[in-house]
Every structure is written in C-alpha cells, then in structure tokens.
C-alpha cells in the first residue's frame, strides 16, 4: 500500500507570495492533519480534516488555510507568505478523524514533508 | 492542555550498550501515548504506541518502551543499540477523549550512537 504523498518536496519563495502544499493520504485513510516543523518551534499542529471537514485547528494565523477533498487529498495554503514560515511542512493520515470515539487510537502516518523556504 | 516534555535535547550512546530516551507528559485522563523516529530530511516514522493494558509495550526495531502511571513517563529503550539508530526521536501524546484531540509533540531528542 502506497504511502503518504507530500508534493512538492522542496519549494523556494519569496517574501509576499503564497504556496500551496499538496496531500495524498494512504488509500482509506479519511483524515488528514498537517504539521509544522521547524527548529525553534518543533512540530506544531496546524489543522485536521475528515470527511472534507476542518475538525480542529491549532494556534495558527488566517494566513494559513486548508481544505479536503472528496477522494481524502488534502491541500494547505499559505498567503503572504513571511520568512518565518520557512518550515518542513508534514502531513499526516489516520483511518478515522479524532472526533470519533471507537477503535481511534490516533496514530499517524506522516509523509515525507515539504520543505519550504521563503527568502 | 495536553503537553510532552523530552528533557534532553541529545542522547549520546555507544554502539552495543542499552539506551534511553526520556518523556514524560501532561494530559487529561487515560493517554495515549506514542513513539516516532525522523531520519533526516524524512517525515515521522512510527515506531510504538502504548494504549492501554501491559506497561510495557514492544515496536519496531527492537525499540520497547514502559509506561508508568504514576510519574506519567513513557520512556523509550532499547537494550543494544545500533549506529543506524542514530536519528531524532519525538514522543507524543493524546487524550482518549475531549477536546485535545490530536497530537501533541514533545521537542525532539537526538540520538547519537558512537561506533
């Protein structure tokens, strides 16, 4: 079984811009969260979507935005784009979202990452 | 609010002798509590859960881990340790139920096993 997608890998912009950040989770998988990973900070928890759904949200600007589609694949925004979010951006997916109850122990899969950094 | 300390921010071993990576965490109820690996330039590898039951649990890579309720600590092990173990390693953790519902990270621990 094929495992998570994360696309691109590495990216370059600058200051301003916006990018967005692709997700194809493992075949079944209904959610998806995405990570920010960065030397200061750590792993930091930016958002979860299942069902096409934003089912929780960490402590993150506007500027940072998501959505899911119907097949489970996953994008992430970011807009205005500051050297500050020069990050390892993750993604990962579980068989069900953290809202359910039953059976979800809440272990991930992480993709690759994409490595963004903004000049 | 749930939350995972790693106090050392290096581990350095030599190769063959037993290593242990420290955790102890912060949550509301029951937790669940997990292991991964990152080797660099790589996204989180899962290496072992503890959900509930025996307090030792046993993962990938000969890694084992104990739970101790009572000093809320989930430390990762591993009785010989190999150079290709070197890498960073993340505990997390999660609620069995409210709100907090994802996983919280701790800062990362990295492991150096001297050949």
């Known amino acids: 079984k094929a495992g998570v997608t994360q696309t691109p890998r590495y990216l370059i912009k600058t200051r301003g811009q916006q990018v967005t950040l692709s997700c194809s989770p493992i075949?079944?998988?209904?959610?998806v969260s995405w990570y920010q990973q960065t030397p200061g900070q750590g792993l930091q928890f930016l958002f979860e979507?299942?069902?096409?759904?934003?089912?929780n949200k960490g402590n993150f600007p506007g500027r940072f935005s998501g959505r899911q589609f119907s097949n489970s694949r996953s994008e992430m925004n970011v807009s205005t784009l500051e050297l500050g979010d020069s990050a390892l951006y993750l993604c990962?997916?579980?068989?069900?979202?953290?809202?359910?109850?039953?059976?979800?122990?809440?272990?991930?899969?992480f993709g690759e990452g994409s490595r963004l950094t903004v000049l | 609010a749930q939350s995972v300390a790693q106090p050392e921010d290096q581990v350095n071993v030599a190769e063959g002798n037993p290593l242990t990576v420290k955790c102890t965490y912060s949550?509301?109820?029951?937790?669940?509590l997990f292991w991964y690996v990152q080797y660099p330039n790589r996204g989180l590898q899962f290496l072992l859960k503890y959900i509930t039951g025996d307090n030792l649990v046993k993962g990938s890579y000969g890694f084992e881990a104990e739970f101790n309720k009572s000093q809320t600590s989930f430390h990762l092990k591993k009785p010989s340790a190999l150079v290709s173990d070197s890498a960073l390693y993340f505990c997390a953790v999660r609620a069995h139920a409210g709100s907090a519902r994802q996983l919280t990270f701790g800062s990362g621990t990295q492991l150096t096993v001297l050949p």
């Open positions: 949550v509301s109820g029951n937790p669940y």
């Open positions: 990962a997916s579980s068989p069900i979202g953290t809202g359910r109850t039953s059976g979800n122990t809440g272990e991930l899969f």
């Open positions: 979507y299942f069902s096409e759904t934003q089912r």
């Open positions: 075949s079944g998988h209904r959610s």
